[in-house]
């Protein structure tokens, strides 16, 4: 096959599911003489405008002599044409098809038709998949393992390979391994080298760093952190209420910097989980309890990754009880997109040496431990559980015994499958979903933030009440949640450690953000010191 | 209790009724109630008529069943995929990444001594599944070929068999299993035979399986 061919394959092999515009494939294709017409396009000069209009009409037609010879050999299709007569193409081929030509191999993988269960919800805007173009042939999560992960250049280049099997977040288990070791300067290149690549790469990487574990080398960190604030990386500070007092010094200089910067807080409390939390752009992701006992006991230490989540949908319910009106449909619906998801797994499971190849070479020999541990996920938005406490009980209900529904269905599924001799692990997980997921599906947010002004607000009523329905969420919620805390008004850092210190004690809110984007002004230690 | 049926869907069905009749009802590890026969052998005199069959049924229930093909995969496959915890197909064709039982054993074992007694497969890994944490490990253990009137015959040993939901995808992958090793051989299949240690039907089951009876 020529060049010019196989540059075209490779644009459709990213675009796989998507029509395709002649100006798109002659901007990917000939991307130099592309921005050359860019330039000229650009200038005052009508005579060099006409000169750019030429060339661009020529190069469309270089162009369409190569997806000419692609149409006679059936591999890619016109789907229509737009005004002015341009064309679009499609790929011609069927689900996970590969097209083998002379002397090269272009593998081609079309997302499976997955939908059937859950069509009827996704024309209607009210259930998601999550990256839909990659929904199958990627992971939605994974967590490396930094105990066992020699050094900060090998953990650097391992995220880097993790990258490509991931379409939401990298966590970075017990990070203090690495901060503890590392010198300053290469921690701080370290992270700005890992702030660049998650924004170049629409990824996210959560730091997950036990405070109790930490030595000197985080203030460093955290100045720098602080300093270059990355927009798709964020920190979760994994602590008990005993460390609260022990590790003060620390949360002091965190709280300072972090609060300056408006960068957001995260806190598990490890009295209410051991299993890690971590955000990533589609929502919280965790582990199961149970299942993190058991690794706990008989895998840490001996694998360097595990994945956490494989394929996720969200669930606009507000819009969802617009069209459609019964618990029953409710139930129907996230049975289909149970459904959904199993077809999804299926096909990772077929194509898993294809799909996570490097990802299966992290733990090699043991690269089946890597897939131990994982879930599907189906979040949720918008459920409005705050508005009326009555009615949210009946949602809480509601929620509960889907959930009940979808367990037995993953059990049962897992049963016929071993029971055939196919040993899958199928479960899913509830959560909330965060905007990011897919901010045109999700449209506006329709939550009460919840916003505090001092400490005494966690012993007003109302709030007390708003508290106990997020508990509640937190236990229905098993692939986790958060509660964001919008912390307005002037404090000193104090406040900050007494309001950490009532929820740590008082509440049983496993993880939660002080977001501190509403603050003027900076934060001063002076009447604490 | 030994039952003998021409096709597999009689047997099966006859097997279904027999537990449900005869069976003891126990709560197994996951705390769910089982309905269960030990020792119970079924011999399918002709199981190339229909061995595909029950796969169909299966299908027109509310759940998503393993497709023909996946269930042919996990038992040709010799690739270890690193998804599974374990797969029947390495352990056959390629058992501790050291031996095809299959085609390095038992064709060529039937080939120079077609009445011999040795020829078994094992698909069970003591080094492995031995282990009182370890929950995953194969139900499918022993598969012993036999020639027997220029037919091959097969028999196979499963330590514990869902006969409503496992059984339909068990007879189906050693069928095929024992059309290759016949192929090879160049003569025809046999009577295919299964010795369940435990057959048992999960009593969630028990409406579905009234429906197919």
């Not at chain 1, 075209?8 to 092999?13: E, G, H, S």
């Not at chain 1, 998507?18 to 798109?24: A, Q, Y």
């Not at chain 1, 209420?241 to 995260?266: A, G, T, Y």
């Amino acid at each position: 096959m020529r060049d010019t061919e196989n540059i075209i394959l490779n644009v459709f092999k990213n675009n796989s599911t998507k029509d395709l515009s002649t100006e798109f494939l002659s901007k990917k294709v000939y991307p130099q003489e592309y921005s050359q017409i860019e330039n000229l396009m650009q200038s005052s000069d009508i005579v060099y405008i006409h000169d750019a209009k030429r060339r661009k009409f020529q190069l469309h037609r270089k162009l369409l002599y190569y997806m000419n010879k692609l149409i006679d050999s059936k591999i890619v299709k016109i789907t229509r044409i737009a005004e002015k007569g341009e064309k679009y193409f499609t790929l011609q081929t069927g689900e996970d098809d590969t097209i083998i030509e002379k002397g090269y191999k272009t593998v081609i993988s079309k997302p499976a038709m997955t939908s059937m269960y859950i069509n009827q919800y996704e024309s209607r805007g009210v259930m998601k998949k999550y990256e839909e173009d990659s929904w199958i042939n990627r992971l939605n999560s994974i967590m490396l393992e930094c105990a066992k992960i020699p050094d900060i250049d090998r953990l650097y280049n391992l995220i880097i390979e993790c990258f490509t099997n991931v379409n939401d977040v990298i966590a970075l288990n017990e990070f203090e391994n690495i901060l503890n070791a590392a010198s300053d300067k290469t921690l701080k290149e370290f992270t700005s080298k890992i702030a660049k690549d998650t924004e170049n790469s629409e990824k996210t990487v959560a730091i997950i760093i036990n405070i109790a574990q930490t030595n000197n080398n985080i203030y460093e960190f955290i100045n720098h952190y602080a300093e270059i604030n990355p927009k798709k990386m964020n920190i979760v500070f994994n602590l008990s209420n005993k460390d609260l007092q022990k590790h003060s010094k620390i949360l002091e200089h965190i709280i300072e910097k972090f609060s300056d910067s408006k960068i957001k807080i995260n806190f598990k409390n490890n009295d209410l989980s051991r299993a890690p939390y971590f955000k990533g752009r589609a929502g919280i992701y965790n582990f199961d309890e149970k299942d993190w006992n058991i690794y706990d006991k008989k895998f840490k230490g001996n694998v360097v990754g595990v994945s956490c989540s494989q394929s996720q949908v969200a669930v606009n319910i507000n819009r969802f009880f617009e069209i459609y009106r019964t618990d029953s449909e409710f139930r129907q619906a996230i049975l289909g997109a149970a459904k959904t998801l199993l077809l999804a797994n299926t096909i990772q499971r077929r194509k898993s040496h294809e799909y996570f190849r490097n990802i299966n070479n992290i733990n090699y020999p043991n690269s089946a431990d890597f897939y131990k541990f994982s879930r599907d996920y189906i979040r949720f938005w918008n459920y409005d559980w705050h508005k009326d406490v009555t009615e949210n009980h009946n949602l809480f209900a509601l929620v509960e015994n889907t959930k009940e529904l979808v367990d037995n269905f993953c059990y049962s599924e897992e049963t016929i499958f071993k029971s055939c001799g196919i040993p899958i692990r199928f479960k899913i997980a509830f959560s909330s979903a965060f905007r990011n997921f897919d901010q045109k599906f999700m449209g506006e947010r329709d939550y009460k933030k919840f916003t505090v002004n001092k400490a005494e607000d966690y012993y007003n009523g109302e709030i007390k009440e708003f508290l106990g329905i997020r508990e509640k969420m937190f236990e229905i919620f098993d692939g986790g949640d958060r509660l964001r805390i919008f912390r307005k008004s002037d404090f000193v850092i104090a406040d900050i450690l007494h309001e950490l210190g009532i929820i740590f004690s008082a509440y049983k809110i496993p993880f939660f953000t002080y977001d501190f984007s509403g603050l003027k002004g900076t934060v001063k230690l002076t009447s604490f010191m | 209790m030994i039952i003998n049926e021409k096709i597999c869907v009689d047997g099966w069905k006859k097997v279904l009724k027999y537990i449900l009749d005869e069976g003891t009802d126990f709560t197994d590890t996951d705390n769910r109630q089982c309905r269960e026969v030990l020792n119970l052998m079924v011999t399918i005199e002709q199981p190339e008529k229909d061995h595909d069959k029950l796969i169909d049924i299966m299908k027109q229930f509310e759940w998503i069943y393993p497709t023909s093909e996946e269930l042919s995969t996990i038992i040709f496959n010799k690739e270890d995929l690193a998804i599974y915890e374990y797969s029947y197909g390495p352990r056959i064709f390629n058992f501790g990444n050291k031996k095809d039982q299959i085609n390095d054993y038992i064709i060529p074992l039937l080939k120079s001594d077609p009445s011999s007694r040795r020829a078994v497969i094992s698909l069970f890994n003591p080094s492995t599944d031995s282990d009182i944490l370890n929950k995953n490990i194969p139900s499918l253990m022993y598969i012993y070929f036999k020639i027997k009137n220029n037919e091959l015959i097969c028999t196979c040993f499963i330590r514990s068999n869902d006969f409503f939901i496992g059984w339909p995808g068990n007879i189906y992958q050693i069928y095929l299993l024992q059309k290759y090793v016949s192929d090879k051989l160049y003569i025809k299949t046999g009577a295919l035979s299964t010795m369940s240690c435990s057959a048992h039907i999960f009593h969630e089951h028990f409406e579905y399986v009234k429906k197919i009876i």
